[in-house]
């Protein structure tokens, strides 16, 4: 009996010494260590990393753009849209894909609309940002190459491709 007691002791005694922070649920990263902030609504998709901070879609019909402080820098209604992604392009330029309407949408940095694209194709997964401002889409047989303009600059057709991200060679090519 008393050896039992003794590790039922040390059990309890393990549990209460240890700190706090051990049982957390999350990690600190130097993006959630100094400020917090009560956004409208729930995100509909993962945030993308700016600059200037990082740009955010919610079920509240917006798009905002906060600084790393957490201070709300703009905000634009996207209306109804439940399916979307976002994507950072070179000059902090917001690319902004609906996949139920098949649209692509470029937000400048102080988060004003500069154009609007219906796509003929579905596009699998988050554009690719190329190196000189250019910028790739891709669906199942289909890769197209944008301008920051918003101007088509090719398209190939392609075999069947697989859903998988698309990723830039160290040559340039995708």
Do not use: H
């Not at 009996?1 to 059990?11: D, R």
């Not at 197209?144 to 101007?151: D, E, K, V």
């Amino acid at each position: 009996m008393k050896k039992l007691f003794t590790v039922v002791f040390i059990l309890i005694s393990a549990f209460l010494l240890k700190p706090a922070s051990a049982y957390s649920q999350e990690k600190l990263s130097n993006y959630n260590t100094s400020w917090t902030a009560v956004i409208p609504g729930i995100p509909l998709c993962e945030p993308a990393v700016t600059s200037y901070g990082f740009c955010i879609a919610t079920d509240a019909r917006n798009i905002m753009g906060f600084s790393s402080s957490g201070k709300l820098l703009w905000e634009k209604n996207i209306g109804r849209i439940r399916n979307l992604s976002i994507t950072t392009l070179p000059c902090d330029f917001v690319l902004f894909f609906d996949k139920s309407n098949n649209i692509l949408k470029l937000f400048n940095p102080s988060g004003g609309e500069v154009w609007s694209k219906a796509l003929d194709f579905t596009m699998y997964s988050r554009p690719l940002a190329g190196r000189d401002g250019r910028f790739f889409v891709y669906g199942q047989s289909t890769l197209s190459c944008y301008g920051i303009n918003g101007i088509c600059r090719w398209t190939l057709q392609t075999s069947l491709q697989k859903e998988l991200p698309a990723q830039e060679l160290p040559d340039g090519s995708i």
